[in-house]
């Protein structure tokens, strides 16, 4: 009988559990998870902290699910080591367990501010349903408005969440837009304007520099731009990282993430990785890189779990992707949504009326990227083509995508 350790219970290690199972039903199969949380959504923590979503929905499956599928979830269990050449783990508390086959879903941990005053009490991160639970309850204490650093998708989501609570926020963005590394200013200024008509201030181009302090807690904060403001909660939402660090000395290959191939296996046998922690060659831009969404994750999860158990489809590769709602506004970014490299042909559809803007990017005769607000349709035939690089042309995609819109074309040379 084999073993299969898994470590990490969110989406990737619990995708890959179910795929195991049902290729190897008779495998044992072990999956930690430091949380004390039985494996839940954590895309709904913004919707859980805004109170449109229960408890009761939060978990990915009952606690039932696990033993029916004779998975053994143990929570609350920290995996501290790894040692390839004798395939087993190490948890916390000394316990070594082996393993025949092993994967690495531990996901991302949040980055936090660094600035005077980042340490009191009241400045907080979002990662975990304790994380969330913990920012509902100082949500409830404060009065004045909540300061959330960063305009990236997580910070737009966790504003709309703490709005719902209706408490006044204010969202800090260092760059001069929204999302910067992916948005371009047209798409950002189109979510400032849902989140502002929502009650939520959007500040760019200005960050916390100091976050003043009272008996331990937080007293209010001053900005780059030396503002005051009067707050008693900061939440950071300014990036993650693979929360590798447990894997140092276990000759595991890492960059940024863990290195893996096309069948998600790091440089060491029987040890794969899923999921935000893993990094995996992108077919658009050539490189390897780390995606951190719940659908990739998933993915990820579900295509190692069957190369885990003899088998499985070869992975197409990693490219951006990323569909959200913001205060009501529909919007999907796909793959190299700024390149400007000679060649490149940006179709841009708009109907301004409607609140609509679709671009579209080109390269040498395949598109390789998307930005779409307001009307996402398309989205799941461009990923594909993204994915697939298949040769397409300006004419092809505007009658595709950019139907009763008006359409701008720019060339760069
Ligand atoms: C508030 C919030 C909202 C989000 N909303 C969206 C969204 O709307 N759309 C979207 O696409 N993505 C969203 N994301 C991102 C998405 O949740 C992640 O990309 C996804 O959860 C990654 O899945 P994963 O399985 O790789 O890792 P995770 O979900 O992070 O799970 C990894 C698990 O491993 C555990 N772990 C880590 N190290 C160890 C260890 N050493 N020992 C034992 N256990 C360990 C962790 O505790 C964690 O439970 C959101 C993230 C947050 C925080």
């Not at 995708?15 to 072990?30: H, M, Q």
């Not at 650093?149 to 001069?176: K, S, T, Y």
Request: net charge neutral; proline share 5%.
């Amino acid at each position: 009988m084999k073993r299969y350790v898994i470590i990490g219970g969110g989406p990737a290690g619990v995708s890959a559990a179910t795929v195991i199972r049902a290729k190897d039903p008779d495998g044992e199969i072990l999956l930690f998870d430091r949380d004390q949380d039985l494996p839940y959504y954590r895309t709904e923590l913004d919707t859980y902290i805004g109170g449109s979503t229960s408890d009761a929905d939060m978990p990915l499956h009952p606690s039932t699910y696990y033993q029916e599928q004779h998975i053994v979830l143990r929570l609350r269990a920290v995996v501290t080591k790894v040692q390839p050449p004798e395939r087993w783990v190490e948890l916390d508390g000394g316990e070594r367990v082996s393993y025949d086959a092993l994967l690495l879903a531990p996901g991302s941990f949040p980055l936090t501010v660094n600035c005077s005053g980042d340490r009191v009490s009241g400045v907080t991160t979002m990662r975990t349903w304790e994380d969330a639970r913990r920012l509902i309850r100082r949500i409830e204490e404060t009065k004045p408005p909540v300061v959330v650093v960063g305009g990236g998708v997580l910070g737009l989501i966790l504003a709309e969440g703490i709005r719902q609570r209706g408490r006044p926020v204010v969202l800090l963005e260092r760059e001069p837009r929204l999302w910067a590394p992916v948005l371009d200013e047209t798409s950002s200024e189109l979510i400032r304007q849902a989140l502002a008509q929502a009650g939520i201030e959007v500040s760019l181009g200005e960050e916390v520099v100091e976050i003043n302090g009272a008996n331990g807690r937080v007293a209010g904060a001053r900005t780059s731009k030396g503002r005051r403001l009067d707050t008693e909660l900061v939440v950071v939402a300014i990036g993650v990282r693979p929360d590798i660090g447990f894997l140092q000395g276990s000759g595991i290959r890492t960059d940024r993430g863990i290195l893996i191939d096309h069948e998600f296996r790091t440089n060491v046998r029987e040890v794969f990785a899923a999921g935000d922690a893993a990094q995996g060659y992108d077919p658009v831009s050539g490189l390897f890189r780390v995606a951190t969404n719940w659908n990739n994750a998933m993915e990820q999860g579900k295509l190692a779990g069957a190369f885990m158990a003899g088998g499985g489809d070869p992975y197409r590769g990693v490219i951006l992707s990323n569909s959200e709602t913001f205060c009501g506004l529909r919007v999907s970014v796909l793959g190299l949504t700024q390149l400007s490299a000679p060649g490149t042909v940006v179709l841009i559809g708009r109907d301004q009326d409607k609140g609509i803007y679709r671009k579209l990017v080109l390269c040498q005769d395949k598109l390789v990227g998307a930005i779409l607000v307001g009307n996402t349709s398309g989205e799941g035939l461009m990923r594909r083509m993204i994915v697939e690089g298949k040769p397409t042309g300006p004419t092809e995609v505007k009658s595709k995508f950019l139907t009763g819109v008006v359409i701008e074309e720019i060339l760069y040379s």
